[in-house]
């Protein structure tokens, strides 16, 4: 079982950064995928961004590719999302998901196991 709580989140104005963070629970947390989706109002949860147990590879929306930046440290059992260039579009509540092997398509809500509750991120114009 694992647990993921994210936070972080906030009221930015357009062209800031915000850096979320996602804490995880349970014993082997450095065998998941990680990823972050986000769903903004009246629409679909929408993929945002994912990394894959090691760190070494990196997957991304078009729609963040360039400024947002995801990153892990499995010995601290946490995931982080840094987002700079902020356009009031990306304007949702932000979730972590955990991915267990094996992992097929990260791009996919589906494909993940556990979900955290999300925080809300706000840019504002």
């Known amino acids: 079982q694992v647990q993921l709580v994210e936070s972080g989140g906030g009221l930015v104005q357009a062209g800031g950064s915000l850096r979320l963070s996602c804490a995880a629970s349970?014993?082997?947390?450095?065998?998941?995928?990680m990823g972050w989706f986000r769903q903004a109002p009246g629409k679909e949860r929408e993929f945002v961004s994912a990394?894959?147990?090691?760190?070494?590879?990196?997957f991304y929306a078009d729609s963040v590719k360039g400024r947002f930046t995801v990153s892990r440290d499995n010995a601290k059992k946490m995931v982080y999302l840094q987002m700079n260039s902020l356009k009031p579009e990306d304007t949702a509540v932000y979730y972590c998901?955990?991915?267990?092997?094996?992992?097929?398509?990260?791009?996919?809500?589906?494909?993940?196991?556990?979900w955290g509750k999300g925080t809300q991120v706000t840019v504002s114009s």
């Open positions: 998901a955990a991915d267990l092997p094996p992992w097929v398509d990260h791009y996919n809500e589906d494909e993940y196991d556990y």
């Open positions: 349970g014993r082997t947390f450095s065998a998941y995928a």
């Open positions: 990394i894959t147990w090691s760190g070494d590879s990196q």
